[in-house]
């Protein structure tokens, strides 16, 4: 198993400004994932974070409005950018483990941002 | 592309009652399938799984049995409790693939 942490667990912040999420996994994991989950929504995946390399963004998503960065094999940071209230919503971080048989997501607490 | 459909929530059952939340999916070949919870204020975590056909998850009284011929994943409790409450979410994945989460399905069990 792997157990992530995640900080800050939840934040009010003023539209226009940005916050920064903190995840930390207690193991090495080549891959990290950030997804948000809209009020009352499923998961939506932002991006894939790769240790060394520019993180990959899904459709919909922009490094300019949530930079990444994925300083070695046990932590990553999402930034959300020029925060506006519809980027409110729950940041959950994941990492998996991928075999040709065993695999699964471990995810975080979530970061719940809300944005006035 | 691959899909996982759920039931539409909220769910509201009482104590000691059966439950089932449907789940289909829409994928080529077989996937490995999953249910993850989500409790009030929490990240989701793994509840069960299944990763080839006929295959049944099992964990805390919950079961789903994997069913190619249905493309089907239902999610079963014989008796739940007050604290079964929360959000269900149906999953899917291939080797080296992202997954793909249903919506969601709220449970609520009153006492």
């Known amino acids: 198993s792997a157990v992530i942490s995640q900080k800050p667990s939840r934040d009010i912040c003023q539209r226009g400004t940005s916050l920064t999420i903190q995840c930390q996994v207690d193991?090495?994991?080549?891959?990290m994932f950030w997804y948000r989950q809209q009020p009352g929504q499923s998961l939506t995946l932002i991006a894939t974070?790769?240790?060394?390399?520019?993180?990959?963004?899904e459709s919909g998503f922009v490094i300019d409005k949530f930079p990444i960065s994925r300083p070695n094999l046990t932590f990553s940071t999402l930034t959300v950018s020029n925060m506006s209230p519809e980027d409110s919503s729950i940041y959950l971080c994941s990492v998996e483990r991928r075999g040709q048989v065993r695999y699964e997501a471990f995810f975080g607490q979530g970061t719940r941002l809300t944005v006035v | 592309g691959n899909s996982v459909t759920q039931m539409e929530g909220p769910v509201t059952l009482s104590e000691e009652a059966f439950l089932t939340i449907n789940c289909t999916y829409t994928?080529?070949?077989?996937?490995?399938l999953f249910w993850y919870v989500q409790y009030p204020g929490e990240g989701l975590q793994l509840l069960l799984k299944a990763t080839k056909a006929d295959d049944k998850g099992s964990n805390k009284g919950f079961e789903a049995t994997y069913r190619k011929e249905t493309t089907s994943f239902h999610l079963e409790k014989g008796s739940v409790q007050v604290s079964d409450s929360a959000v269900y979410f149906c999953?899917?994945?291939?080797?080296?693939?992202?997954?793909?989460f249903g919506p969601g399905t709220r449970l609520s069990v009153l006492p």
């Open positions: 974070a790769n240790q060394g390399s520019e993180a990959t963004y």
């Open positions: 193991s090495q994991v080549t891959m």
């Open positions: 999953a899917l994945t291939y080797y080296g693939q992202n997954f793909v």
């Open positions: 994928a080529t070949g077989y996937p490995s």
